[in-house]
Every structure is written in structure tokens, then in C-alpha cells.
């Protein structure tokens, strides 16, 4: 069975601090995607970024960057000086090949960036 | 609008009535998915769709639930006979293609049932 645990369910953060947020997964299966959404106030989940299993290498977008350790199957998500605007629900998905694509999520992790 | 396109926003409707929730995926979105957001099971998987069929209906939660898709488009998710415990945020994804390809999602369908 597939497994995604967000641990942290709120993180409350002072602007221009750096935040990490965890996800772990479980998975037998040898391909497979993980996934970070944004959910801000507004409902609306906004794709962040998609990882294949067999690419292990970080990535960097602006502010956002992310930590893919198949070793600890864990699969971090750092906002380095996080603003207001950062303030949202931040979930982490897991998609396995042999079934057909569906989204296991894990809990969410409520980040709240204070001025 | 080049997006997900759900309707009605909100819905609200009285115990063992029926209600439709619509979905309009991307256009040339071969595959298209349906959640439900509830305060207690967080995001769950309900059915997806690959062109008009339904591969997988594993997540629906009962013969209550019930959805299609016509023309490779647009889909409809049905609750009959509906229940409290069915009040949740319904979301719709779509993507390019099945297996493993990013799935985009609409706004939502926030049904509350009285």
C-alpha cells in the first residue's frame, strides 16, 4: 500500500525565515511520481513541482527549492525567505505507475507566515 | 478560461436529495480525476477517467456515488440520497495523459448537506 505522512500540521514562521516542510512516503513500487501542491485561502490547489523516482537530483525554483532522498523516501520542500504571501496549505502526493495515475496525498502541512 | 472549470461553486441541499457536480477539464485532457476534501479524511481519491470510461472506482465510498463522462469531456459526478457526511469540497484534476503526468485542478464544488 501507498503511504504519504506530512508530520508537521501547522508551522508558524516570522517573514524572511526559512522553512522546511517534510514528507515522507511508502511505496514498493520502483516508478513512481511525488508531487507538491499549494492551497491558499482561496481553495484552489496550485501544482508546484512533480519528481520522478529515478531522478534524485534537488531542484530550485526562485525561493523554493526541494530534497528528494530515496534512501530516507522523503521528499522536503524548503521556502527560503518566505513572505506573507506564502501562507497557505502545502501538500505532498504520491502517484505510483500501476494505478492509473491517482493522487494519494498526505495530510497537508498549514503554513502561516507572519509580517 | 484555459483551466479546470467546476460548477456550481457552493451548493447547499437537504438530506436525501440528489445533486450533480460538474466538471470541464483542460481541453485535449485525456484523463480526469475526482477528490473530495473533508475536514476529517483530508484529500481522497474518488474515480478517474481515461477518455469516457472509468478504470478505477476504487475510492468511491458508496453506491450513492456515481459519476460519468461524455465526449471525453466534461464529467458529472452524481450523490444520491445524500448525507450529512457527504458534505465536503469535491475537486476535479485533469491531466494530458494517465500514469503519472501532473494533474491540474479546479476551483471546487463546496457542497453542504443540511
Known amino acids: 500500500a501507498q503511504k504519504v505522512t506530512q508530520a508537521q500540521t501547522e508551522i508558524s514562521v516570522v517573514e524572511k525565515e526559512d522553512v522546511t516542510l517534510d514528507c515522507v512516503y511508502e511505496t514498493r513500487d520502483t516508478t513512481y511520481y511525488l508531487f507538491w501542491y499549494k492551497q491558499p485561502p482561496s481553495g484552489e490547489l496550485v501544482f508546484l513541482i512533480r519528481r520522478n523516482s529515478f531522478d534524485e537530483q534537488n531542484e530550485i525554483s526562485g525561493r523554493y527549492s526541494w530534497n528528494f532522498q530515496k534512501s530516507t523516501s522523503s521528499f522536503n520542500f524548503t521556502i527560503t525567505a518566505s513572505q506573507v504571501v506564502d501562507s497557505a496549505v502545502y501538500f505532498c502526493?504520491?502517484?505510483?505507475?500501476?494505478?492509473?495515475?491517482?493522487?494519494?496525498f498526505g495530510q497537508g502541512t498549514e503554513l502561516s507566515v507572519k509580517p | 478560461g484555459a483551466g479546470v472549470s467546476q460548477s456550481p461553486s457552493n451548493k447547499v441541499t437537504e438530506k436525501g436529495k440528489d445533486v450533480e457536480l460538474r466538471c470541464d477539464p483542460i481541453?485535449?485532457?485525456?484523463?480526469l480525476y475526482w477528490y473530495r476534501q473533508s475536514l476529517g479524511q483530508g484529500l481522497e481519491f474518488l474515480i478517474y477517467?481515461?477518455?469516457?470510461?472509468?478504470?478505477?472506482k476504487s475510492g468511491l465510498p458508496s453506491d450513492r456515488f456515481s459519476a460519468e463522462r461524455t465526449g471525453g469531456s466534461v464529467s458529472t459526478l452524481t450523490i444520491q440520497r445524500t448525507q450529512q457526511e457527504d458534505s465536503a469540497v469535491y475537486l476535479c484534476?485533469?491531466?494530458?495523459?494517465?500514469?503519472?503526468?501532473?494533474?491540474?485542478f479546479g476551483p471546487g464544488t463546496r457542497l453542504l448537506v443540511l
Open positions: 502526493a504520491l502517484s505510483v505507475q500501476n494505478q492509473g495515475g491517482k493522487l494519494i
Open positions: 484534476a485533469s491531466s494530458l495523459r494517465i500514469l503519472l503526468e501532473t494533474q491540474y
Open positions: 481541453s485535449g485532457h485525456t484523463a
Open positions: 477517467f481515461q477518455g469516457n470510461s472509468a478504470p478505477d
